[in-house]
């Protein structure tokens, strides 16, 4: 399962638990639309599928075994039981890339849930029809040169963490990155309000 293709994790700029934006003027506001795609409990997936009106399908960068643990990794990871799996993948409709994603899994886990390697993760999991739970924990604001290279856009860009969770367990951390070009159909961003913002997280 070695795959030497992997990206580092994007720089984190800024950074902010999930929890935070709940609380009133603690932060500039998100468009309504960005803030169901960075805070919301669906599948960004199948809501960029809806909102583009063609079949989302996901570009397999690499599944690696991930024997060292990064400080980018998202501090849920110690949550899962290892060995860990990392897999990348840019999310993508005709040529177009719309985002970036990765996400860390025990390494029987990823056998026994990602059955097809190449179909987007909710696909996955939702084809037993088995009950899951989305938590979103942390939102980010990331930048890196790959990143800026394939979206063909300056950064930075909005980002998000989450976990999976099946029978009260967590199953997957995830890290999703989105491609400035989805403001077509979703608007502008306003993530020019949080440039200059410090990181809350504790």
């Known amino acids: 399962m070695e795959n030497n293709n992997l990206f580092n994790s994007p720089e984190i700029l800024w ?3 999930a929890s935070v934006f709940l609380d009133k003027n603690k932060f500039p506001e998100i468009p309504g639309a960005w803030k169901l795609m960075l805070l919301g409990d669906g599948s960004p997936t199948r809501h960029l599928q809806l909102l583009t009106k063609k079949e989302t399908k996901i570009e397999l960068i690499g599944m690696n075994l991930d024997h060292e643990l990064s400080k980018k990794t998202p501090k849920e990871i110690n949550q899962l039981t290892k060995p860990l799996i990392r897999r990348q993948v840019w999310i993508k409709n005709n040529d177009i890339t719309l985002a970036w994603a990765e996400s860390w ?3 029987d886990a990823v056998n026994t849930n990602l059955t097809n390697k190449k179909e987007p993760i909710w696909k996955n999991l939702t084809k037993d029809r088995s009950e899951l739970f989305r938590e979103v924990d942390t939102i980010s604001i990331v930048d890196s040169q790959w990143l800026q290279k394939e979206f063909s856009f300056t ?11 099946r029978n009260k367990k967590p199953l997957t951390i995830i890290r999703e990155v989105f491609n400035p070009f989805i403001e077509k159909w979703l608007g502008n961003s306003g993530i020019e309000e949080y440039l200059n913002l410090q990181s809350t997280t504790s």
């Open 15 to 17: 950074e902010s638990s």
């Open 155 to 165: 950064g930075p860009f909005w980002s998000r963490n989450y976990r999976f969770f």
């Open 105 to 107: 899994w025990n390494i």
